[in-house]
């Protein structure tokens, strides 16, 4: 899809400035502080991404510091980001105001007080700290001292260095809500933490298709999905390790036999690819295939493997995500391990010439590989 080929761009040029939406922030904040109404207080918030010209995660956060009860707002900017490009007027009017240090280094922004004595803290009231040694990479030891004050970090980071980013938040152990794309869930890294329940999907953006202000980037989206001054982006979710209320909600579903016997598209997918209407067995893994989500029996006892667009219904009370089909075999899961001579022959019977088929890269069923799949069992019908 057009929003998928965007992300694909960014990660090849390591160009990652797709700016949030102020109503996106404010719809995922709020389902938070709905489900725990002081989770932002007292709290020193980081926003490590995030130049106020720019980023409507200070924008936010500014202007609800008194709802939240805020102890200090700190946000800092990258000197080689298309947004510091910009003069802002909390810095041009600092005392700290430099012309050749704004363009080469990072700036740091912080926000603790009614500056103008206006009755409330709001973005009027953010004070331009000064220039940062280097560039304001997140990476840097000046922003990781910063990330070592912080109690949350929140923001939407880099897309290329998704990785290393949410290693840095681990690193510094700290509560956290971030965005990054639906693939982050197989990464070998990511994976892990939401198996053990150090992690989970946020609220999430309506139907995980996000709008983002993406001044690099021509908008590729249908007449229909287009949004003037910003780029659509499918498959876009929110994570974090701060609880909310959707991750304690069942996940409703009916029975094998109801699901067979009335689910036209489930009874559509196995008739046309397996030739009968039954949830088919992995050639190797001891578990059957689930194709959709909505489709997950209530009353399966066994191991199911389900699309990775199951976390977002993912409730720890109701499922145990048990691993997933992947290559390593990680989770010592796997019942077949396919030669390289398999694959090789395999990917000759399919196409009719010579290549190699990786049937070890995901569940396999009647020798034709599925698409990732997260294995789970059922706590609970």
Not at 225 to 242: A, C, E, L, P, Y
């Amino acid at each position: 899809m057009a929003g998928n080929s965007n992300l694909s761009l960014a990660k090849n040029a390591k160009k990652d400035e797709f700016y949030t939406q102020y109503g996106d922030i404010e719809a995922e904040m709020n389902a938070y502080v709905e489900f725990n109404p002081d989770v932002f207080r007292d709290k020193v918030i980081l926003l490590p991404c995030d130049d106020p010209e720019w980023s409507n995660f200070t924008k936010y956060f500014a202007n609800n510091f008194d709802r939240f009860g805020l102890k200090k707002l700190i946000s800092t900017s990258y000197a080689k980001g298309v947004g510091n490009l910009q003069l802002t007027l909390f810095e041009m009017e600092s005392p700290f105001y430099d012309k050749e240090l704004h363009d080469t280094h990072g700036k740091l922004f912080t926000l603790t007080r009614d500056k103008d004595h206006s009755g409330n803290i709001d973005t009027d009231d953010i004070i331009f700290s000064g220039y940062l040694k280097g560039d304001g990479d997140f990476r840097s030891d000046e922003v990781s001292k910063l990330r070592d004050e912080a109690d949350i970090i929140i923001t939407n980071p880099p897309f290329s260095l998704f990785r290393e980013f949410l290693s840095w938040i681990i690193e510094g152990n700290k509560k956290f809500i971030i965005v990054a794309n639906q693939n982050a869930i197989t990464y070998k890294e990511v994976f892990p933490l939401l198996k053990n329940n150090q992690m989970w999907l946020g609220q999430g953006f309506k139907s995980n298709v996000g709008y983002f202000s993406a001044p690099t980037y021509e908008d590729y989206a249908t007449a229909g999905q287009h949004k003037d001054g910003f780029i659509r982006v499918s498959g876009v979710m929110w994570f974090t390790n701060i609880d909310l209320g959707k991750r304690h909600i069942d996940f409703e579903m009916d029975t094998l036999e109801h699901n067979l016997k009335y689910n036209k598209k489930l009874r559509k997918k196995f008739e046309g690819e397996y030739g009968k209407i039954e949830y088919p067995c992995y050639d190797n893994y001891d578990a059957i295939e689930v194709p959709f989500t909505e489709c997950i029996p209530s009353d399966y006892k066994g191991v199911m493997g389900v699309p990775i667009t199951f976390m977002d219904k993912y409730n720890p009370e109701q499922f145990e995500i048990v691993g997933m089909c992947e290559n390593e075999d990680l989770y010592q899961m796997k019942t077949k391990k396919y030669t390289t001579q398999e694959c090789k022959e395999r990917y000759y019977e399919l196409f009719g010439k010579e290549g190699t088929y990786d049937l070890n890269a995901s569940g396999v069923i009647q020798g034709k590989k599925v698409y990732q799949r997260i294995l789970i069992r059922l706590k609970k019908g």
